[in-house]
């Protein structure tokens, strides 16, 4: 695993929105991707994008998550809109993940390793 470091987490209203970022720099060119896990839950995938900008969502954010890079900063982000309390969990980016995000989502969610230290996304009613 390649864990990068992650920014942006914090407690926001239901509805609300909060934009995540991991720096990413020397990785932009491969697949990455942001995880979660919620306390009691397993993890899972959430966006993926990889290295020829195929993307993939899990269907629980679909239409309101949006993976990008900024190529000139560097940087991964989770565009994370209406916001609902299930969203509430631990949020981790890794990098190195190939091709195919819609597969390496689900494979990478299962892998121990070093995930690094995530950012807390805290959505309340």
């Known amino acids: 695993l390649v864990p990068l470091v992650e920014s942006g987490g914090g407690s926001v209203q239901a509805g609300g929105s909060l934009r995540l970022s991991c720096a990413a720099a020397?990785?932009?060119?491969?697949?990455m991707g942001w995880f979660r896990q919620g306390q009691g839950k397993e993890r899972e995938g959430v966006a993926g994008i990889d290295a020829d900008g195929r993307i993939s969502y899990a269907a629980s954010v679909k239409s309101r998550f949006i993976i990008s890079k900024d190529n000139a900063q560097n940087t991964l982000h989770l565009q994370m809109n209406s916001l609902k309390s299930e969203d509430t969990a631990q949020y981790y980016c890794?990098?190195?993940?190939?091709?195919?995000?819609?597969?390496?989502?689900?494979?990478?969610?299962?892998?121990?390793?070093?995930w690094g230290q995530g950012t807390q996304v805290t959505v309340f009613a």
């Open positions: 020397g990785w932009m060119l491969s697949g």
């Open positions: 890794l990098a190195d993940l190939g091709d195919w995000p819609e597969q390496f989502l689900k494979t990478t969610a299962q892998r121990n390793g070093d």
